[in-house]
Each structure stands twice: as C-alpha cells, then as structure tokens.
C-alpha cells in the first residue's frame, strides 16, 4: 500500500531531489524557446497545448496501468488525460525507475479553493504564471517499501475545472541494493527537462468537457469512469463468484440522463481474445468480424460493433452501450455524454 500523509516523504528520503526541483523552477525553467525536434500535443477535449521531447513517450487519455508502470509507483493514475514518459536508457544501472509528467483533470475538487490546496507536507505551496496562466505548485513526493515518486505539482483552476500538471521522478531507495552494485541516481537533467516541458502548456482552445462531471470508481465491475453530476450510477447487475466462472455477465452498472439509460457491463475470466470472440457469439452480441478497431495499447483494444462499444482487456471484456425508455440500444454516435463516458473509461 502507499503510505499517506507525512510518513509518505520519509521512505526514500526524497528531500534532496526536492532541492534539486526548487532549483530547477527559479532558475533554467524561465529559460526561452523550446529547442527543436520536439512536439506538439493539443487535447481536442480540453483546449491545452504541450510540447515534448523525442526521449519522451506519449500515452494519450488514461494509459493502460501495466503499460506505464516502470516504476512501483506509477507516474500516471486514473486522473490523467495526457501522460508524458521518460524513454531513454541513460540511467541504467542506477537506482532510477521512471519519469515523466502528467496532465491530470481532478474532477473531486470542485472549487478553485480546493484545486490550489496542493499536499505538499512541510514544503510551502508558491504561485507562478505560465504563458498567462496563474498556477499554485509545491513539490509533492509519496513512497511504499523501498521506493518513492516526487516532484513539483502545478495546478490552476480554468473554467470550471482543476487542471494539474505534475512532474514526477521515481526510484527506489539506493539502500536496498547491496553496497556498490548499482550508482546513485543524479536527477539534475531529468529535472531540467520536465520543466521545460511544464513551461510550454498553455491553453489554446475551446473547454469541450468542462464542469459538470463526477467520478464513479468501481474497483469490482466497471473500474473508473465519469458521469453527469446530478445523476446517480446504479447496480443492474450485482458480481458474484458464480457468475465470475458462468457464461454471463459478471456485473453491470449504469445511470441515466435525459431519457437515455448508460450501461457497462463487465465479461470477466476470458483467457483470450479467441475467447472472447466466442462469448460475443454465443451472447447475441455482434461479434468482432462487423466490429471496427477503435484503438489499441499494448495490453487492450477498443472496438465499435453497430450500437455497442467493447473494451477488452487481457481477461475482462467491458461492453459500453446507450437504450432508450424502452430499453432498445441505440445509437451512441454524437451523443456528447456519451462520447465523455467513453473517453474517461478506465478499466480495473
């Protein structure tokens, strides 16, 4: 488990990285123009603009855990929209992890009081503004066992919604290793190039999927996603042991919203994709010869199959779906809080 409040700053004693940070944010931050070769992401949904650097690694929406998990503590987590990974081998044999840096959207903090209130333990939280946007930031850090992750976490209210930026650096503590088997890792230059990365987000467009959003976390059936505020996520289908190791359903959720009902369902114990192609048949769902590829990571695949929408992932098929007041699925295609479901899904 993480270790929480101030005990969580003591595992790996973070404290020097920290000042290396500090250092970093008042002096080469400011520095100019970004160089070049690196790129450019825009979030269609909401309206930010950030560049980055060959040796990093996009993963855009909400990553896959396996797939970013370098280190024991990820550097990315259910809140994030836009994930930026550290990709170069510099750093081996050492007792570096990972690094990287997040765009989180935190939908719990409903007020700009409760955005800028940054968990940063004994270290003071400062202001700064960044291509005209006025952010809070303090350097936050948490550890478990052996290893840690800190950094400094950016956050600004902007329309409605709390937007962090938090840069991250994991290792493990350099004491768990036996005396001279590995070098002490130097996150000078890591720390240099995530705040360079931090002072080229601005916001350049339109806010598509502003406030009015909550998050439902469901660790047994439909994992993370958002729903309209207001309405209420409700059990279709209730788990059981019997049904994990059945032909049906596993569970279900689902809420409705101006006459429409959402549903997830969740096929569990599917030991492949063979497998689930066969559920699908046998199920009266469309199977995946009329279903299209969406996308794909390296450990899900995401299709649209007529009115359905499945997201599986190795052994859990996730099956997204809209009905009417008679119960008939229907078409989710331009339904804006459908498309905002979707895009927030985030699988157990």
Not at 208 to 216: A, L
Request: glycine share 8%.
């Amino acid at each position: 488990m993480v270790c929480g409040g101030s005990e969580r700053r003591s595992v790996l004693t973070l404290n020097a990285r920290v000042f290396v940070c500090v250092a970093v944010l008042t002096t080469i931050c400011r520095a100019g123009n970004v160089p070049t070769g690196w790129q450019t992401y825009r979030s269609p949904d909401y309206g930010f603009v950030i560049d980055y650097p060959a040796n990093v690694t996009f993963y855009p929406g909400h990553p896959d855990y396996d797939e970013t998990q370098l280190s024991f503590i990820p550097i990315c987590d259910t809140t994030t929209v836009a994930c930026f990974q550290y990709n170069g081998s510099e750093y081996e044999g050492t007792n570096f992890e990972a690094a990287g840096l997040s765009i989180n959207v935190l939908r719990d903090m409903r007020t700009e009081h409760d955005c800028d209130k940054i968990d940063t333990g004994s270290h003071p939280i400062k202001t700064e503004t960044i291509n005209g946007i006025k952010f809070h930031y303090g350097i936050t850090g948490e550890g478990a066992t052996s290893h840690g992750k800190g950094g400094p976490a950016y956050r600004a209210f902007h329309q409605g919604v709390c937007f962090e930026i938090a840069s991250a650096i994991a290792a493990t503590n350099i004491g768990a290793y036996d005396p001279g088997a590995i070098k002490q890792f130097n996150s000078t230059k890591l720390d240099e190039l995530l705040a360079k990365m931090v002072h080229t987000f601005k916001f350049a467009g339109p806010l598509k999927d502003g406030p009015g959003w909550k998050v439902y976390y469901d660790n047994m059936c439909g994992g993370v996603y958002e729903y309209p505020e207001g309405e209420t996520v409700q059990t279709t289908v209730e788990y059981s042991d019997a049904r994990f190791f059945s032909d049906d359903i596993a569970c279900s959720r689902h809420f409705a919203h101006d006459g429409l009902d959402y549903t997830v369902a969740a096929k569990v114990n599917l030991k492949d994709k063979n497998a689930f192609e066969s559920w699908l048949k046998s199920s009266g769902y469309p199977d995946l010869s009329k279903a299209q590829l969406v996308g794909s990571s390296k450990y899900c695949a995401e299709y649209n199959a007529d009115f359905y929408y499945y997201i599986y992932c190795q052994a859990t098929a996730y099956i997204l779906s809209v009905s009417d007041a008679k119960h008939a699925v229907v078409e989710p295609h331009g339904n804006p809080v459908f498309r905002h479901w979707l895009n927030s899904f985030k699988g157990n």
